[in-house]
């Protein structure tokens, strides 16, 4: 490395150092912001086939606009009966749960005063503790949490509309500053990426019912929704399975005796590494895979600045990056 090179290098450092942390600090902002881009271009293959249908683009973007709110509000639909009973459940749960850690650490360390002192905390006639019960969600703490959530919402269907409406105006835009990159390569990218989660949907989708389905001959409680959460997950690649499977352990310990209780996690695991070994490679192609190392960094960078919101935005900008950095390659 020459010194003539050294500054230029340390300039880059400070911009994506500077960059990392304007993108923490307007979190809320910006979070909302790059789902719906990333959303937008996964739409993309439907708002132009109705563009050469003749429908208008705007007509387009708001039928698009109205399938990913539909969906959003028959997934809440659904799922509201299933949670709110969970919730009112959770400290009933939480006892169980602590009962069950206190009944293993007793047989561990084989110490009977410790046994009796859990046993006599967790007895079920005494009233948890303040520190130790689930505190849940008030009505003052939904009423104030409310602006916030109706502002990143109203945030994430304009960005989507307008996105979806003029993004090939958009390209346009960007790449007039640029000497190689046309619109052109990146609507060629937005496809790969559309090609890529359409075909990653499909699979978590279909996934999301076989775990459902077995964890429902398993006698898990509420298996359609474990099915539900498993096809989310499964997006997040390679984090969201390792945190189902501790789901899982801990739901089937609690609500199972003996080597039964570990029944649903192995069998979920079991599920998972046929998915990952042999469906998803056979189904995307190696033309669309991606290094492991570059998924599971961008994976972590994501979802340490925004949370479950990078995590679902991390792969489909990998992608999308990956997919421009071809394209300029070609010219």
């Given at each position: 490395?020459?010194?003539k090179n050294t500054?230029?290098?340390?300039?880059?450092?400070?911009?994506i150092i500077v960059t990392l942390a304007a993108l923490d600090i307007a979190a809320s902002l910006m979070a909302p912001i790059f789902?719906?881009?990333?959303?937008?271009?996964?739409?993309s293959p439907l708002t132009d086939f109705m563009r050469r249908g003749g429908i208008p683009p705007s007509?387009?973007?708001?039928?698009?606009?109205?399938?990913?709110?539909?969906?959003?509000?028959?997934?809440v639909f659904f799922l509201e009966p299933i949670l709110t009973d969970i919730i009112n459940r959770a400290p009933l749960i939480w006892l169980e749960l602590r009962a069950t850690i206190t009944d293993a650490q007793a047989t561990l360390r084989g110490i009977e005063e410790v046994s009796a002192d859990m046993a006599e905390a967790l007895n079920p006639d005494d009233a948890p503790d303040e520190d130790d019960a689930v505190r849940l969600p008030s009505v003052t703490d939904a009423l104030l949490s409310a602006p916030g959530y109706a502002g990143r919402l109203m945030i994430f269907v304009g960005t989507l509309y307008f996105f979806l409406l003029a993004r090939v105006e958009v390209y346009d835009w960007v790449t007039r500053s640029t000497l190689r990159l046309k619109a052109a390569h990146l609507v060629e990218a937005e496809k790969r990426v559309a090609r890529y989660f359409l075909t990653i949907t499909i699979i978590n989708t279909t996934f999301g019912f076989l775990v459902g389905g077995v964890l429902l001959l398993l006698d898990m409680p509420y298996a359609p929704l474990w099915g539900f959460i498993a096809a989310l997950v499964n997006?997040?690649?390679y984090l969201g399975p390792a945190v189902f499977v501790v789901a899982l352990v801990t739901a089937g310990v609690v609500t199972f005796d003996g080597p039964y209780s570990f029944a649903p996690a192995i069998a979920y695991v079991l599920m998972n590494m046929t998915e990952g070994q042999f469906v998803t490679p056979a189904l995307v192609g190696r033309t669309m895979s991606v290094n492991p190392l570059l998924v599971f960094l961008s994976l972590v960078l994501w979802l340490w600045l925004w949370g479950p919101?990078?995590?679902i935005i991390?792969?489909?900008?990998?992608?999308?990056?990956?997919?421009i950095k071809e394209q300029a390659e070609k010219i």
């Open positions: 490395m020459t010194a500054p230029n290098y340390a300039l880059w450092l400070v911009a789902l719906a881009v990333v959303l937008g271009i996964v739409l007509v387009g973007a708001l039928f698009s606009l109205m399938i990913i709110l539909g969906l959003i509000g028959l997934l997006f997040v690649l919101v990078g995590g991390a792969i489909p900008l990998l992608i999308w990056a990956i997919a």
